[in-house]
């Protein structure tokens, strides 16, 4: 939906396929790939010299949440689908998961954390993922990040990204900071051209230190002048005083190589305490050839102020299009906003009401000038927290949510849900904090 890393790698995806028998071909070709509807109507995907179909998105799902992976071959099957434990290796929490868009059936990276200084934890590869037990091996420890990035005292996950333009590429974002809580905390791109066996360290602020990061960082899906954009977005000021903030979307032009200042927003916003904190920047794929379009939800989540905005970059022009009066949003790396694969006006966003309203998951066609409520918690109910959500390429219809209660999808456009909780927590144990859910997006 947003791009092409994201489409492939299973954020939130949506589009409307074809009707049957009707003729489509993307108006964005991306390097050695094109995406375009069959004869038939269904959307297929040109991988090198293979033309692959993009199914139905109801047969192999996998879930990360807390310490495991887990896999169902029956994701749609009435009475809940069969899952099992796939962790294998894999220590620590699992903070996200995303599929090679190159080879999604086989080849999947996740990322795990145990805390400082660890060698057991970090950037795991499986390339066995359809095997009945796949193996993960560990390709990037925390311990070595740490003598790339500097101080290890204060550290966390951000997110991962892979792209559907070059074969082997793989990127994630993790910052390292002191103890101090308003200083020394710096924001770090690995990046690998070789499916993780040899890394590349870059600082994306060299400007002094920031006290915002969470998730806000993407890549475009298309090439650019034969090169991968990246972006992530930052946030200055001082913990706990009424103050200026200063934020700061840095973007590299060059894979993730090197990192420049791209856009200041507003100057300086003062807010009555804390930092806004941002999970999601969501660059469009579609009407966005010049990687200049984006989408970035913020709030002031520690406090719970009512003081959320979701803000649209278009030519130039920064626009306020929250959905509506909320007190927090979702807190975590793979849901909060997304465009549609072939509309950029299209959009879907979950947020946090309020304790009394639940979480609402809204929908707009104009780009969030309007929005409406689909009416979420009536399914997971209140107190339940939405930890990832997914879809499907160009399916605005499809939708899975990973919550605190079980795990969800809609084949309606979130108007009903279905429950794929099934065995879960027979079979693999109690939800943890959940980071990702990954349909299989070739069944």
């Known amino acids: 939906m947003p ?44 991988l090198g010299n293979t033309i692959y179909d993009i199914g139905a998105g109801l047969r192999t799902v996998y879930v990360a949440t807390g310490t495991h992976v887990g896999r169902t071959r029956d994701f749609g099957a009435g009475g809940g689908a069969a899952w099992t434990d796939i962790t294998d290796a894999i220590v620590g929490t699992i903070c996200d998961m995303v599929l090679d868009p190159w080879d999604p059936k086989n080849t999947a990276y996740a990322f795990s954390r145990v805390g400082a200084a660890s060698n057991t934890s970090g950037l795991w590869k499986t390339t066995n993922l359809n095997a009945a037990a796949p193996v993960w091996v560990l390709k990037k420890t925390i311990t070595s990040m740490e ?50 066996n040899t890394w590349t360290a870059a600082r994306i602020y060299n400007g002094g230190t920031f006290m915002k990061w969470r998730g806000a960082a993407n890549i475009l899906s298309h090439e650019i002048g034969g090169q991968l954009y990246l ?19 840095m973007r590299s032009i060059d894979h993730g190589h090197t990192w420049s200042l791209w856009l200041t927003p507003w100057g300086n916003w003062t807010w009555a305490s804390n930092i806004p904190s941002f999970y999601t920047l969501d660059v469009p794929y579609n009407d966005n050839d010049d990687g200049d379009s984006l989408y970035w939800p913020l709030c002031n989540s520690v406090e719970h102020l009512a003081t959320y905005r979701t803000y649209r970059l278009r030519d130039g022009v920064w626009a306020n299009v929250q959905p509506a009066a909320v007190s927090q949003m979702p807190n975590y790396h793979r849901h909060s906003i997304e465009a549609s694969t072939h509309d950029r006006d299209r959009l879907y966003c979950f947020v946090h ?30 107190g339940k927290v939405i930890y990832a959500s997914a879809g499907l390429p160009y399916n605005n219809q499809l939708f899975y949510a990973l919550a605190t209660n079980g795990i969800f999808y809609s084949i309606d456009g979130g108007a009903s849900w279905n429950d794929a909780t099934g065995n879960w927590v027979a079979a693999i144990g109690a939800f943890g904090t959940g980071r990702a859910i990954t349909p299989m997006w070739l069944e």
Do not use: P
């Open 147 to 196: 003598a790339d990035g500097g101080d290890a005292s204060r550290q966390n996950y951000t997110k991962l990204a892979c792209s559907i333009n070059w074969e082997n590429y793989i990127a994630f974002f993790y910052y390292f900071g002191d103890a101090t809580l308003n200083s020394g905390r710096r924001m770090w791109c690995w990046h690998s051209h070789d499916g993780g």
């Open 353 to 382: 009401i309020s304790a009394a309203a639940g979480y609402r998951l809204y929908t707009s066609i104009n780009g969030g000038t309007n929005w409406t409520d689909l009416g979420l918690t009536s399914v997971l109910g209140l």
């Open 231 to 249: 972006y992530c977005a930052l946030g200055r000021g001082t913990y706990g005083i009424a103050q200026y903030c200063h934020y700061y979307i």
């Open 3 to 46: 791009d092409w890393t994201n489409v492939l790698t299973c954020d939130v995806q949506m589009g409307a396929r074809a009707a049957a028998g009707a003729a489509y071909v993307a108006d964005v070709q991306m390097g050695a790939r094109a995406i375009a509807a069959n004869e038939t109507g269904i959307y297929a995907v040109t």
